[in-house]
T-cell receptor, first 111, second 115 residues
């Protein structure tokens, strides 16, 4: 599975959009981009995933560049409860397999 | 509905003791994963079950670690002769299907402290 690079930490004002970048320049054609987050003292939580089209659900939007070498997770109206470590994971389609978590981005939403 | 549950939530063991950590996945979920998370790090894979079959145990750090899922539902991770480096949060995740597109649902974890 392709390696990902994320900033170590980011701050965002409450109510504003949080834009979390991820670089995955070695991604291959059958690999998806997944985002999970981990709130302090909880297990990770799935947010969204995509292949090449932009995706949106009730939690977030995922924007994938046309060359698929990078993506951005957007939380449109961040709240204090969105403070968490956000992990960008690239994984190929196939048999179920483990998630490979990197260091993630610590997002702190400020009041 | 009920999510993934793990017990105990906290466990303190003296070095050399054996421990057993339990995971109750979401009912009907085929895939079950165990991860280990050291302080300040992301979770790292330990082992994977599809129903009762352990298909991948490549992440188990030593032969002191053993996992089972005998009836394809509840799973137990056992650590024999615990060492201080085993101190970590142990996370269990389940997934409804057999392929990688299904999201993984995580439990709250068991925090193991070895003294």
């Amino acid at each position: 599975d392709a390696k990902t690079t994320q900033p170590t930490s980011m701050d965002c004002a409450e109510g504003r959009a949080a834009n979390l970048p991820c670089n995955h320049s070695t991604i291959s054609g059958n690999e998806y981009v997944y985002w999970y987050r981990q709130i302090h003292s909880q297990g990770p939580q799935y947010i969204i995933h995509g292949l090449k089209n932009n995706e949106t659900n009730e939690m977030a939007s995922l924007i994938i560049t046309e060359d698929r070498k990078s993506s951005t997770l957007i939380l449109p109206h961040a709240t204090l409860r969105d403070t968490a470590v956000y992990y960008c994971i690239v994984m190929g389609w196939g048999s179920a397999r483990q998630l490979t978590f990197g260091s993630g981005t610590q997002l702190t939403v400020l009041p | 509905g009920a999510g993934v549950s793990q017990s105990p939530r906290y466990k303190v063991a003296k070095r050399g003791q054996d421990v057993a950590l339990r995971c109750d996945p979401i009912s009907g979920h085929v895939s079950l994963f165990w991860y280990q998370q050291a302080l300040g790090q992301g979770p790292e894979f330990l082992t994977y079950f599809q129903n009762e079959a352990q298909l991948d145990k490549s992440g188990l750090p030593s032969d002191r670690f053993f996992a089972e899922r005998p009836e394809g539902s509840v799973s137990t991770l056992k650590i024999q002769r615990t060492q201080q480096e085993d101190s970590a949060v142990y996370l269990c995740a389940s997934s409804p299907g057999r392929n990688s597109l299904h999201e993984q649902y995580f439990g709250p974890g068991t925090r193991l402290t070895v003294t």
